[in-house]
């Protein structure tokens, strides 16, 4: 592991019973960097995550996590690591300023009152320090989480599917934060299903059923896909997805509001499949190939 990189792993497999999760995955993060960890539910995605922080021992494989071993230090990453859940996991019956004063306790943190003090006056939840965790909205709820798994100012963050179910508002201000840390030195590793949050990232890997499918910025895995994409829209538009879906050429036909997103791999079939097709009050023309796109594709042919 270079000074730079802070999670380097090869080969890391994890099965339960019959059934493996993750199949021989390699990832490298570097320090600083905001990874984003895409693909779709049950693909192991969890898994992963929790056998970086050490809360799952892996079958086989290797690496290093912070510099250390992931099999055999794993009890020396724990501390440095900033792990947020799924779902909520903080007391619900306790204040904002009693959850991070426990975890303050928990990590053995000096001059506890007044680290938390600081970090309520950081995250702006100073209207809030008295309020029931409980009773937050899911924005607040999610902030005060990432409150307090960098309270111990950690090395990394592990963050696993942070803003499902927050409204969009919550998502950015989120996203702002993360990248606050990151500007910090601080590494994050982030689940998510959102393309818009995935665009946010530095770096990407997209997993499905425990095989990692790529990885590699935006710029990249759109580059690699090898696809070309159109939009066409006016009148007759679900007779014309029939029809363009059955053409030569072209993988996926999208539906987005009024507009079909038309891709694949060979640009002349599909202008060819579109004309054939297209109505005189149908307009078409080529387009940027999204993140979505790519990963649609990328889903083709596989199976749970």
Known sequence: MTEQTVIDVSGVTKSFGPKTVVKGLDMQVRKGEIFGFLGPNGSGKTTFIRMLCGLLRPDSGSGTCLGYDIIEEAEFIKPKVGYMAQKFSLYGDLTVKENLDFLARAYQLPNRRKLVD???????????????????????????????????????????????????????????????????????????????????????????????????????????????????????????????????????????????????????LIEKGIRTHAGAENRFEPCETSLEEVFIDLMRGMNP
């Not at 989480?145 to 963050?157: M, R, V």
Request: charged share 20%; proline share 3%.
């Open 118 to 268: 600081e970090a309520i006056e950081r995250m702006n939840m100073g209207r809030f320090t008295n309020q029931l965790a409980g009773s937050l909205s899911g924005g607040w709820k999610q902030r005060l989480a990432l409150t307090g798994c960098t309270l111990h100012n950690p090395q990394l963050l592990l963050l696993d599917e942070p803003t499902a179910g927050v409204d969009p508002s919550a998502r950015r201000d989120f996203w702002d934060e993360v990248h606050n840390l990151a500007a910090q030195g601080i590494t994050a590793l982030i689940s998510t299903h959102y393309m818009d949050e995935a665009e946010r990232c530095h770096r990407l890997a997209y997993i499905a059923y425990g095989d990692l499918l790529a990885k590699g910025t935006l710029d990249e895995l759109v580059s690699n896909s090898g696809l070309h994409t159109w939009t066409l829209n006016g009148p007759n538009l679900n007779e014309l997805t029939t029809k363009l879906r059955a053409s030569e050429g072209i993988d996926q036909v999208v539906a987005f509001g009024n507009t079909l997103h038309i891709s694949g791999r060979d640009n002349n």
